[in-house]
């Protein structure tokens, strides 16, 4: 499962056999940009892969020699995309992010090497020892070990201190330091850390130290400040199988801001590239030291995997940014999606040459294509049809994905059917990391709801069920396993949401039943030659056995009650043909005892 949020889509860019290799000084370009070339040539990547619009910004040595809007940011209105049209960014944003650790580096504020704990006490992962060792280096340089755990922040409106809390309860597979795994969440607490040193929060700091002295007016950290704007994209999306591209709405990431959250337009942009392009000065101003901006363009972690183009070499993961080649020349670059959405920023800078390529249509490869044949170009090498790559790519992965449909291919047991009415896998959920999981009965089945997303689900086999194809962003086939306890009630849901992570496991949250709903259940019970006393205090039940203390007792399901703090113990009220509570069972580890209500006014 993986969603499209902020992802590096590391099958665009994937490492291959041809070593990356960089000048020892810069060298310009062997050619000048062809903007007539490139006008004639951005249309049709864009009418292949039907992106609504792009914003294109090329720098060179220092300055912007090209920057230009294509399509339509509004395609309702047609309205066109203009040099000052703001888009989503992305995961872009996390080289903003770094240069801000940078910054306070700089300052003496903080080291990129000593653990987080000694600025955060509070900080916790579930692995002790990551959380004793973890730096800000390995915060923003995805070298953690952890498990992504995108749901957690996608599915819900938490507080950045939230998820900061919420990362003690998040799993991995993967050892603490044993390479590269795409982390927002750490990223999110990196720029988290960056506000609590500075005093300033995030957003602020990198205000004043970022956009402010780079003259980057028009950025910001919000959609919901985009959409206030004059000149802002609409975002799009299309469908994989019919390829009708629809307008999506626009997703608030703001708690998971240092991770993805600015949107900016191509003259920021190209501000922005310059000043990396550069010595760590911007606007006149020194922003960071030379040294600290270089090192965020200093691989940290290798990114492995095999390569899909042999023109990409090996890329590592610095801080913020992708460090790789292309065709033999030093490539830095990141990209970002987020719903609607699709940015690149790619530099080569022993070439003091930059791109930026903004676009609002998720899940398409258009900004490399353009990027690429740019490099081409400029670079004068022979031109590769990358569109044509692209498309090759594409096609073979849906006609693989379209073989296993078509023969059947399938781990689901025909024939079978849940085990309980389906009336008892319906309740409220909870995991401590990911928040609430949500059943309800629908019309044809059951409804699910993490926190804040809605899906719908269908029967799979047996106790699982599982979420249509498309039916929500990030869940699109997700399997939830409803589990039993020993008493053969359904108690938790176990379901893969992380790839790189056991399966997340969702507890029943008792009922809150009112206070109505229990007076029928007080008054004394006896089983044997004992007399069990039922009371209510507080609208909680309690349950008083002579010679013990006393148990509250916390609802289940029905009338079905766990008894608080004792494992395995339970007890239900059962109810005579006239619908009145007449007796009362005990289930415990050495046996079940029932015993009758005895005659009486409740109390």
């Known amino acids: 499962m993986r969603l499209s949020s902020l992802l590096i889509q590391v099958v665009l860019i994937a490492a291959s056999a041809l070593p990356a290799a960089a000048q020892s000084t810069p060298q310009p370009p062997s050619r000048s940009l062809d903007i007539g070339k490139l006008e004639r040539f951005v249309p049709l990547p864009m009418q292949t892969w039907k992106v609504p619009g792009v914003a294109i910004a090329v720098v060179q040595n220092g300055r912007v020699i090209y920057a230009h809007g294509f399509g339509v940011r509004d395609v309702k209105d047609n309205l066109p995309v203009t040099s000052k049209t703001l888009f989503a960014i992305g995961s872009t944003t996390k080289s903003f992010t770094s240069v801000c650790i940078g910054i306070l580096n700089d300052e003496g504020e903080l080291d990129w090497d000593k653990p987080v704990r000694q600025y955060l006490p509070e900080f916790q992962l579930y692995d002790p020892v990551a959380a004793e060792r973890m730096t800000p280096r390995d915060l923003i340089s995805h070298r953690s070990g952890l498990a992504a755990h995108d749901l957690v922040w996608y599915s819900s409106d938490f507080s950045r201190e939230d998820l900061v809390r919420r990362l003690r309860y998040l799993r991995s597979n993967s050892d603490f330091r044993s390479g590269f795994h795409y982390n927002n969440m750490l990223v999110m607490t990196a720029g988290y850390l960056v506000g609590k040193v500075s005093g300033q929060g995030w957003e602020a700091f990198v205000r004043t130290h970022l956009f402010q002295p780079l003259q980057m007016t028009a950025s910001n950290f919000s959609v919901t400040d985009s959409q206030k704007a004059p000149d802002f994209a609409h975002p799009y999306r299309k469908n994989e199988r019919t390829e009708v591209v629809s307008e999506a709405p626009f997703r608030p990431i703001d708690s998971i801001g240092p991770a993805g959250s600015i949107n900016s337009n191509i ?24 040294a600290n901006l270089n090192l965020t363009h200093t691989p940290q972690v290798v990114i492995s995997g095999g390569g899909q183009f042999k023109e990409i070499g ?130 044809n089945g059951f409804v699910g709801k993490l926190n804040e997303i809605s899906f719908p689900l269908q029967h799979y086999h047996y106790d699982v069920f599982e979420v249509p194809e498309n039916a929500a962003e990030g869940l699109s086939e997700v399997k939830l396993r409803f589990l039993t306890n020993m008493d053969g009630d359904i108690d938790s849901i176990a379901a893969p949401l992380e790839d790189a992570a056991p399966e997340i496991v969702f507890t029943r949250v008792a009922e809150k039943l009112p206070r109505e709903a229990l007076l029928p259940l007080i008054g004394d019970y006896q089983i044997g030659t004992m007399t069990v006393s039922i009371a209510l205090k507080k609208d909680e039940l309690q349950m008083i056995v002579p010679g013990q203390p006393i148990n509250t007792l916390v609802p289940q399901q029905g009338l079905k009650f766990a008894v608080k703090g004792s494992e395995g113990f339970s007890v239900e009220f059962r109810k005579d043909a006239a619908g009145a509570v007449d007796s009362l069972v005990i289930f415990q580890p050495e046996g079940t005892f029932m015993g009758n209500r005895k005659a009486g006014p409740s109390k």
């Open 267 to 290: 003259d920021d942009m190209a501000r922005y590239l310059i000043f990396q392009l550069g010595k760590g000065e911007g606007g006149g101003h020194s922003i960071i030291s030379e």
């Open 314 to 443: 090996p890329p590592g993961y610095g801080m913020g940014w992708v460090i790789s080649s292309y065709r033999g020349h030093k490539l830095v670059w990141h990209n970002g999606g987020i719903d609607g959405f699709y940015a690149l920023l790619s530099m080569l800078p022993d070439e003091n040459l930059g791109v930026v390529i903004l676009t609002n249509l998720q899940n398409q490869p258009v900004p490399e294509i353009i990027a690429y044949d740019i490099f081409d170009n400029m670079l004068g090498l022979d031109q590769v049809d990358w569109s044509d790559r692209y498309h090759q790519l594409e096609a073979k992965q849906k006609a693989a994905e379209e073989g296993a449909k078509k023969a059947g291919v399938t781990s689901r047991k025909s024939g079978t059917h849940p085990s309980h009415d389906l009336q008892d896998y319906v309740g409220h959920f909870e995991n401590p990391g990911y928040g609430t999981l949500t059943i309800r009965s629908a019309e």
